[in-house]
């Protein structure tokens, strides 16, 4: 596993770490995403997009703190299913993502940046949801309460692309107690 450290203290060195995010820092953020991932036993390729999630922007997060000219450097840091899983967090267009889950193949991301669609794979889908799960999960306590449930759909629909334990966590935060089957 990549030393987190190492990450942060590179990710330091390009003005990531200080920027604010959620009513508290980026650091913290991605590190509690990290954190998130790593507890549901994600691959180290997820956990360590997890560290880096937001560096690009997203939709939501419109501070750029990386500039996308510089992702073969991120994807010398954290290698390139990482790095890949990171862009496609800060590029997807979320009403377009969310609009994937009922299928079983030909999964598309609309991507922000270029303003094409994106082949990817059932794999990486699934990554990217658990991810978006991570990403709210751990910012969800610092939210303005009328935010909480946001997404309870989508996430409810995403119960084949997330492991046991993201699934677990979702339904305890959303206070859903049906059972997994």
């Known amino acids: 596993m990549k030393d987190v450290n190492e990450v942060f203290s590179e990710l330091e060195k390009m ?4 920027v604010g995010h959620t009513n508290g820092t980026l650091r913290d953020h991605l590190l509690g995403t990290y954190n998130i991932l790593r507890r549901w036993n994600c691959s180290e390729e997820l956990c360590l997009a997890g ?19 510089k992702r ?9 299913e990482a790095e890949a899983l990171v862009y496609y967090f800060g590029a997807h267009v979320k009403e377009h ?3 994937l889950l009922d299928r079983s193949d030909n999964f598309e991301i609309l991507d922000r940046f270029i303003g094409e669609t994106t082949f990817v794979s059932f794999a990486q889908i ?9 990403n709210w999960l751990e910012q969800r306590p ?5 935010y909480l449930y946001l ?17 677990r966590d979702f ?8 059972e997994r089957e």
């Open 126 to 134: 699934s990554d990217l949801v658990t991810l978006t799960l991570a």
């Open 171 to 178: 339904k305890l935060a959303y206070q859903l107690n049906e």
């Open 142 to 146: 610092r939210v303005d309460e009328k």
């Open 51 to 69: 560290l880096c999630h937001s560096i690009y922007g997203t939709e939501s997060f419109q501070k750029q703190t990386i500039s996308l000219n």
């Open 15 to 18: 003005g990531v770490i200080d």
């Open 72 to 80: 073969n450097e991120i994807r010398e840091l954290i290698g390139e």
């Open 97 to 99: 993502f969310w609009n």
């Open 151 to 167: 997404r309870k759909e989508e996430f409810t629909a995403s119960e084949r692309f997330l492991p046991a334990e993201a699934y």
